[in-house]
């Protein structure tokens, strides 16, 4: 494993229920969820978790670590958007939905922090969006048209987070971006 600087990035998950797992670990909290750090191997797959005695021994502080990763992060792992199967939340081109991840599909949730990603993306549509975190690697992206409800968007991350490993699931909130104000926040 390739120790140097240039391959740290950072991915998310869960902080209620990793809390334990986090004790040992550098990380940032970002709203109902951890950022934490690791180092990613050549295949671009496999990431290495950084500890808090790792990176005490390479002197790494949490600030520096997350400066390096997010700097690498998007760098080693751009983010891929595509349009979400037609099955899936009655998907129709009125009101179209999105699947965000990166370029391999592993840690993909990670890309909403990537900067300016999701202003970019809220002005192309010009509208604000919900963000649905449907696991650890994916989120799904619906634009904000005045026609979603909550209630209706949680029931999908309840049924979503019911198929997965809690080891997978990222969180049982929802997310919105505003545009205008650049800001992201969890609606729970």
């Given at each position: 494993m390739q120790t140097g600087t240039g391959r740290i990035i950072y991915y998310l998950t869960d902080f209620k229920s990793r809390q334990d797992q986090l004790?040992?670990?550098?990380?940032?909290?970002?709203?109902?969820?951890?950022?934490?750090?690791?180092?990613?191997?050549?295949?671009?797959?496999?990431?290495?978790?950084?500890?808090?005695?790792?990176?005490?021994?390479?002197?790494?502080?949490?600030?520096?670590?997350?400066?390096?990763?997010?700097?690498?992060?998007?760098?080693l792992l751009p983010e891929r958007i595509e349009p979400a199967d037609k099955k899936i939340i009655g998907h129709t081109d009125d009101e179209p939905v999105f699947l965000l991840s990166n370029d391999v599909q592993r840690y993909g949730s990670a890309v909403i922090c990537y900067e300016n990603l999701l202003y970019n993306f809220a002005c192309k549509y010009h509208d604000n969006l919900y963000l649905l975190p449907t696991s650890i690697h994916e989120c799904i992206i619906l634009l904000d048209q005045g026609s979603l409800s909550c209630e209706n968007l949680r029931d999908i991350i309840e049924e979503s987070n019911k198929m997965l490993k809690t080891d997978e699931i990222l969180s049982d909130n929802i997310y919105y971006y505003d545009r205008m104000q650049r800001e992201f926040f969890g609606l729970f």
């Open positions: 004790k040992d670990r550098p990380y940032m909290i970002f709203e109902d969820m951890a950022v934490v750090f690791g180092i990613l191997d050549a295949d671009r797959y496999t990431v290495h978790p950084i500890d808090v005695r790792q990176a005490s021994y390479h002197g790494w502080t949490t600030d520096q670590l997350w400066k390096m990763a997010k700097k690498n992060t998007p760098r």
